[in-house]
């Protein structure tokens, strides 16, 4: 598999959240995107599920902005 | 005899605690991908609702209505242990969880001259635990390879220790309240943890 890139995942990230592309940009903090933190969670299964990676509690605490999260399936990914 | 106040609260607290986590299974088996896991939590998520139920129907067989409450006991143990970030975390933070229910309504059916209506829906709930905490067993056993079975170990101990520590303070915040299950006289039920 390849290692996706990060526009793609910032796109998939909006389809998960139900947010046009537009608002979700990489410095755009993931706070302003999701409505609780259990939807945290959910994106989270379901990114892994897609990308075929996992995140630990560690990493994703790690993350603030949407580009983070584009960069820890990158990395996890490559 | 009309509930006394601290029953009917904590009998409220059991239903607020049962519809939160059937909201959160409920949320994660529609994001999952078809899969054994996501069949299971499919199921788990409906008897959580379902035990919401009893214990609404419960509180109304006994003459009374359900508390409103803004905070389940989940509440306070994400925010001990931190948000579960992949399906293994997950499982386990469940599998302790439940262990705490078992336990929690064991407790409970032991305290003396239980009401019958309280003994027959914990008694329902209870068949269903044991198979939560069976599946959802079954299901970190089926991680090994993929997470480590040390990794899972070692997830589990951190969460158990968070669990002891989230139950120990709500027994001390509530402990007026939850005076008529620590009475003397009323012996504890072993710890199935």
Redesign the interface.
């Given at each position: 598999m390849t290692t996706p890139n990060q526009d793609e995942i910032i796109g998939r990230v909006a389809d998960l959240l139900g947010v046009s592309e537009g608002r979700v940009r990489a410095d755009v903090p993931l706070a302003d995107l999701v409505s609780d933190?259990?939807r945290?969670?959910?994106m989270?299964?379901?990114l892994?599920?897609d990308y075929d990676v996992?995140?630990?509690?560690a990493?994703?605490?790690a993350v603030t902005t949407v580009g983070d999260l584009a960069d820890l399936v990158r990395s996890r990914a490559g | 005899m009309a509930l006394a106040d601290d029953e009917r609260w904590l009998l409220s607290y059991y239903r607020t605690s049962e519809i939160n986590g059937s909201l959160f299974f409920g949320r994660l088996a529609r994001a999952l991908k078809p899969s054994p896991i996501q069949h299971d939590l499919t199921k788990h998520f409906a008897d959580e609702a379902q035990h919401a139920w009893y214990w609404t129907d419960c509180l109304n067989r006994l003459g009374t209505r359900p508390v409103k409450l803004s905070e389940a006991y989940q509440d306070q143990y994400l925010e001990a242990v931190g948000l579960p970030a992949n399906l293994m975390e997950i499982m386990a933070i469940t599998l302790v969880f439940e262990r705490r229910v078992i336990n929690q309504y064991a407790k409970h059916l032991s305290v003396p001259d239980l009401r019958v209506e309280v003994k027959e829906t914990i008694g329902r709930i209870m068949e269903d635990e044991r198979w939560h905490v069976q599946w959802v067993r079954d299901a970190l056993t089926g991680m090994e390879e993929r997470f480590g079975k040390d990794h899972i170990t070692d997830t589990l101990r951190r969460y158990k220790e968070a669990d002891q520590e989230v139950y120990a303070h709500t027994l001390a915040e509530h402990e007026a309240r939850l005076g008529f299950l620590l009475a003397p006289n009323h012996t504890e039920p072993e710890d199935r943890g």
């Open positions: 933190s259990y945290l969670v959910e989270a299964i379901e892994q599920d996992i995140f630990s509690q990493d994703l605490s | -």
